[in-house]
């Protein structure tokens, strides 16, 4: 049988922060939106993953002409950053998930401007030391405001994307499985998955049927290596990981959520040629936008 064709769209992830450590997040680009979308451009990717701690930080009509000067997609904005001010959606505090919920509606309202979606990640908080009825009311408090926030979101046409990570980092969304257990519950028709492969390295048993039994369910994928550093510098079968999303036809893209190291330019290039090298002998379409 002849393997399925393969889609790729590649993205580097970005931020108008300025970082104020070394290694602060797994972001490849700071500081310079403009200068994020021409690096993507030369470096042969076709989308730029933006994270903002608040949608104030940029304005959409910048990024909308970026988009158009350099032919490149938004494909999700990320909210992680908001986490730092003590935001949470589980927070048992109604005060803390009404300014989550109010906080990320800004990001919702930015990503209807431009056509892009939204990620919701560290900011499914943690349920803590509780158990019991006490730990499923919490969960259900994040299943609440996770529902509003994607009500605020289809209104606005735009997808919600759900990241499980790792048990070091979440303590109750861990597993694609987890998060397709949330997506049954709350009949949310524009809530997505978000796969990102340094977390499933973690948790998930076998990446490659993880992401067969997501299928449709699945809308953006973080390619990290095993290290959370560029593909290529860790263990990680990039191969396996293009073999299933074709066979599941999978049409999004593929970001490089990764530490810039030795820089960000390399950590590029070279997370590029791991997946050009794993693509080889797939048919491949790629798509400049």
Not at 86 to 95: V, W
Not at 127 to 155: I, M, W
Request: charged share 20%; with cysteine; aromatic share 4%.
């Amino acid at each position: 049988m002849l393997p399925k064709e393969l889609n790729l769209r590649l993205a580097v992830t970005a931020t108008p922060s300025v970082p104020t450590r070394p290694l602060q997040a797994p972001l490849l680009l700071w500081g310079d939106i403009q200068g994020a979308f021409r690096q993507a451009a030369e470096l042969e990717c076709q989308g730029v993953e933006i994270h903002l701690r608040r949608a104030e930080e940029l304005d959409p009509h910048t990024v909308k002409r970026l988009m158009v000067e350099y032919g490149l997609a938004v494909p999700t904005l990320g909210t992680g950053m908001a986490a730092g001010d003590g935001l949470s959606l589980c927070d048992p505090r109604a005060d803390i998930r009404a300014k989550t919920i109010e906080r990320v509606r800004g990001h919702v309202e930015f990503a209807a401007e431009i056509g892009s979606a939204v990620t919701i990640g560290i900011l499914s908080g943690n349920l803590g030391d509780c158990t019991g009825p006490v730990r499923l009311g919490r969960r259900l408090q994040f299943l609440e405001s996770l529902a509003e926030l994607c009500g605020l979101a289809r209104n606005a046409a735009v997808t919600v994307l759900l990241e499980p990570l790792n048990r070091y980092e979440c303590d109750y969304i861990n597993t694609l499985a987890d998060v397709g257990n949330i997506v049954r519950e709350i009949r949310a028709p524009n809530l997505k998955l978000l796969a990102d492969t340094f977390h499933m390295n973690i948790e998930e048993a076998d990446l490659a049927a993880s992401l067969r039994s997501a299928g449709p369910l699945l809308g953006h994928v973080h390619l990290a290596d095993t290290n959370r550093q560029a593909l290529g510098h860790g263990h990680l079968d990039v191969a396996a990981i293009l073999a299933a999303l074709a066979e599941i036809e999978y049409q999004g893209y593929l970001s490089f959520e990764v530490f810039p190291l030795p820089d960000a330019c390399t950590a590029i290039r070279d997370s590029v040629a791991a997946v050009r090298a794993a693509a080889r002998g797939f048919p491949r379409r790629d798509r400049n936008h």
